[in-house]
């Protein structure tokens, strides 16, 4: 099962993008790629997921390069509500073992 | 309407007791998963039911287990509680193949 490497923090402000990268060098084939984000003292929300070049919804967006060893989630025009822990996961949707390795995310911190 | 619920939302209790923690889920999903949070915020699956049959068994102590009575509940009995299970423990439901889990609000448990 591939694992994920993110950066463990990160600040910006109201109104900025914010790109949180994360690292998955052992992706298998047919993974995909998934982000979910925490706030305290709820369980993760799912935000969105691809499995090469680019995917956007009305909440982000994500870039996959070719070689998908690495991928980039979007937050456009953060507000302080983003202030969250965000988890890069890669994994097989369809497989009947569906199971993912959550990494300890990224803490996002949005200042006025 | 919540789509996943769990019950209690918190819970304290003595070292050595037997407790269990329930899951509900009315999205029609065909799998529901229980996942533990420590400290450290790292997030842990521990079990993965599919249509009342276990799929996933991490390696957690047999004092840990999942029952399902249907496809909508997946609940989670621990039998003599230590310290170290002090966690938040997170049910999550989704239908195989569409790679997007939803949480529940998780369960403090404290065990003193």
């Not at chain 2, 239908?95 to 529940?104: D, K, N």
Request: aromatic share 10%; charged share 20%; glycine share 6%.
């Amino acid at each position: 099962l591939a694992k994920t490497t993110q950066p463990i923090s990160m600040d910006s402000y109201e109104g900025q993008e914010v790109n949180i990268t994360c690292s998955h060098n052992n992706i298998a084939t047919n993974d995909y790629i998934t982000w979910y984000q925490q706030f305290p003292s709820q369980g993760p929300r799912f935000i969105i997921q691809g499995y090469k070049t680019k995917v956007t919804n009305e909440v982000a967006s994500l870039f996959i390069p070719a070689d998908r060893k690495s991928s980039t989630l979007s937050l456009p025009r953060v507000s302080l509500s983003d202030t969250a822990v965000y988890y890069c996961l890669v994994g097989l949707p369809m497989d009947s073992n569906y199971q993912l390795i959550w990494g300890a995310g990224t803490k996002l911190i949005i200042k006025p | 309407d919540t789509a996943v619920s769990q019950t209690p939302k918190y819970l304290v209790t003595q070292m050595g007791n037997d407790k269990s923690i329930k899951c509900e889920q009315n999205l029609g999903h065909d799998t529901m998963y229980w996942y533990k949070q420590d400290s450290k915020k790292f997030l842990k699956i521990m079990f993965s039911y599919n249509n009342k049959e276990l799929i996933i068994n991490e390696t957690v102590p047999n004092r840990f287990s999942p029952k399902s009575p249907d496809k909508a509940h997946l609940n989670l009995h621990i039998n003599s509680l230590e310290l170290g299970d002090s966690a938040v423990y997170f049910c999550a439901s989704t239908s195989r193949g569409t790679g997007e889990l939803f949480f529940g609000e998780g369960s403090r448990l404290t065990v003193l």
